[in-house]
């Protein structure tokens, strides 16, 4: 290990299930696999099991993030993107896929079906004010750039 790299620990819950690996040196992301075959019907989400457990270093998280290769090539993505495990949770990792394609998309054992990215996270405490400070945004959102 670098000074760069942290560990996290991983626990198989099923005898299947790959441990999360990086497909390229210098990814962000570590691909998380399937245990399971699952048939994913057009315009419906299914969960997804991976077969394992993690417990993250203090004050990180996990998320789960979709494959863009699956997004581009069947229209699958991850539901609840960037989905967040929290360095407390203990339970099994679970992807939660969408088919947003018009065909059925089987998810085969051991298939690449998401991408797993650990941060650093920063906690805030809140202080409620009864104003905030002026900027050039302002109250602009939802679009108040335009598109060119």
């Known amino acids: 290990m ?4 942290i560990q996290v620990k991983v626990i198989k819950v099923n ?4 441990l999360p690996e990086y497909a ?6 570590m691909d998380l ?8 019907p057009p315009s419906k ?4 099991h991976t077969g394992i457990k993690i ?22 993505t991850v539901l609840n ?3 967040t495990i929290d360095e407390g949770y203990r339970g099994e990792i679970g992807v939660i896929l969408i088919n947003h394609g018009k065909l059925p998309f089987k998810v085969e054992k051991n298939m690449k079906i998401a991408q797993m990215v650990v941060k650093p996270i920063i906690r805030v ?8 400070s002026e900027s050039e945004r302002a109250e602009g959102g939802f679009g108040s750039t335009g598109v060119k």
């Open 2 to 5: 670098n000074e760069s790299t």
């Open 15 to 18: 005898e299947m299930a790959k």
């Open 24 to 29: 390229h040196e210098g990814d962000a992301g």
């Open 33 to 40: 696999f399937s245990t399971e075959e699952v048939v994913i």
């Open 45 to 48: 989400t299914t969960l997804i």
């Open 55 to 76: 417990e993250l270093p203090r004050n990180t998280e996990a998320q789960i993030r979709p494959r863009s290769g699956l997004a581009l090539k069947h229209s699958i």
């Open 81 to 83: 993107t960037p989905g």
């Open 125 to 132: 405490s809140i202080l409620e004010v009864g104003e905030l």
